[in-house]
C-alpha cells in the first residue's frame, strides 16, 4: 500500500483485511444527491439586500464571493491545514495537548470520549479536527515551528473573518429591525472560534458520515472547503451538494441567528460526506452572541447562549443527539 496511514486516529485506518476495491454495501442506506449547485451567490462587493434576505429566509446558507480575503491567505492556510494533520498520530496528540488547540476524532460534540467510540464505527462521525479559539490566539506560546507559523496565518484569517462577520451581521440586523447599537452583544467577535478538519478517506464512505446531519448552534457559520466536496445542505426537503468552487466562502445561518429572527431566518440543516479515495478539508468559524445577551423572541422563551449550549450537552449525552431549538420553543395552545 504506497500511502501511509501513520497519520490517521487508529479507527480510521483501513482494516487490514478489506482493500479497497473488495468492499461494495449491496444495499447503501444513503441517498446521495447528485444535483447541480443552486446554492445563492452573494456578492460581499455590492451586497444586495433582497438577494441576502432570500437566501436567508429561503436557504440558510448561500456562497459567499467577493470577500476580500486574498486568495494566496486561502491556500497558505489550507495548505497549512494539511501539514498539520499529515503528522503522525501520536505526535499530533502530543503536539496539540493544549487546550486552546484541542485536537479530536470522532464525534466532535463528544471529543476524545470512550462514549463516541463505543457507540460503533458505523456511528461515529469519520473526522478529526482542531478547536482554535480566536480571541486566545495571541496567547499560545508554541515552541513547534511548524505551529508558530501557522499561528501567524491564523492571526490573518481571523481578522478577516471578524469583517466577514460583522457585514454580514449589519445587513442581515437591518433587513430584520434588530437594534444596531447593540450588534456587538448580538454578535460577539471573541467568541468566535475555528473548527479545522480532516475528513479521512474512507473505503466505506456508503456507510458512514463525516458529519451527520445538523444545524450549527452559532449566529454565523463562514466555511472554506477544499476541492473534493461533501458538504450536503436541504432546501425544501430536498438535499443538494454543495460543490466546491475554488476562493468562494460558504455561510451558514445558525440557531442563534433563527431565533434571533423569529424565525425568519432558517438554520441551515446540512451534513458531510465521505470521500472513498481522498481526504477532505474544511476550516469553519463560527460566532456567537455575547454571554450574557438574552435572546428575546417572539418564538422562544427567553435564553442566554449559554443555557442553549448546556441543553445540547446535556440532550447529546441524554439522548445521543441535539434537540436545539425547539426546546426553547413557547408552546402555543
Ligand atoms: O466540514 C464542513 O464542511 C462542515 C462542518 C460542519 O458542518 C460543522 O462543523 O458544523
Ligand atoms: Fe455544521
Redesign the pocket.
Known sequence: MGLTYASYPPLFRPLETQTQDTFEPENSAKQIPNSSDPLPLIDLQCLDPEKLREACTDWGIFRLVNHGIPPTLLEKLQEHTRTIFSIPFESKKALFKSPLLGYFWGTPLLTQSAVALSRGTNNIDWVEGFSVPLSQLSELQPQDSVIASFRLILEEYKEHLSRLATTLFKAMAKDLNLDLSRHNTYLSESTGFLRLYRYPQCSMADQNWG?EV???SSVL?I?LQDEVGGLEAVKDNKWFNVDPIPNSLIV?IGDMMQAMSNDEYKS?T?R?NLNKHKDRISI?YFVFPADAHVILSSKYKPFTYNDFRAQVQEDTKNLGFKVGLDRFKVLHD
Do not use: R
Request: net charge negative; proline share 0%.
Open positions: 458529519m445538523h444545524t450549527d457559520s466555511l451558514n441551515a446540512h458531510v469553519c
